[in-house]
């Protein structure tokens, strides 16, 4: 699955994906883009997931018609994500096109 992470997560978030293709905002080029700005360009270079800790991009973007999946974490502290990257990848298989998943991150 091609998934995108936003700027506000740990690249380190990349090698605990395992099994997909997964690439960061800034290796794309993409940092510093508004969250419409982000959405357009995932969607238009083919990504099926964002993953992001933007709690605020939920309600920010009209997401009727989108292709986009995205997996909102509660946290983006990088131990509470390396103890949680199993229910990461979970929300990731279950997520469907257009869907917003949030995913609760407990220690």
């Known amino acids: 699955m091609l998934t995108l992470l936003d700027e506000n ?5 990349r090698r605990l ?9 800034a ?9 419409g700005a982000l959405l357009k360009a995932a969607e238009d270079a083919g990504f099926e997931v964002i993953v992001t800790a933007d709690r605020g ?9 989108s ?3 995205l997996i909102v974490l509660s946290d983006n502290d990088e ?7 199993d229910a990461i990848l979970a929300a990731m ?5 257009g869907a917003i998943v949030w995913v609760d991150l407990t220690e």
């Open 93 to 97: 298989r279950m997520a469907q096109p």
């Open 27 to 35: 290796y794309q080029g993409w940092a510093g883009l508004t969250n």
């Open 9 to 13: 997560l740990p690249h380190s978030l």
């Open 79 to 85: 131990s509470v994500i390396t103890s949680n990257a």
């Open 57 to 65: 991009i939920r309600y920010q973007q009209n997401r009727r018609n």
């Open 67 to 69: 292709r986009v999946a």
């Open 17 to 25: 994906l395992k099994g997909h293709d997964v690439r960061t905002a």
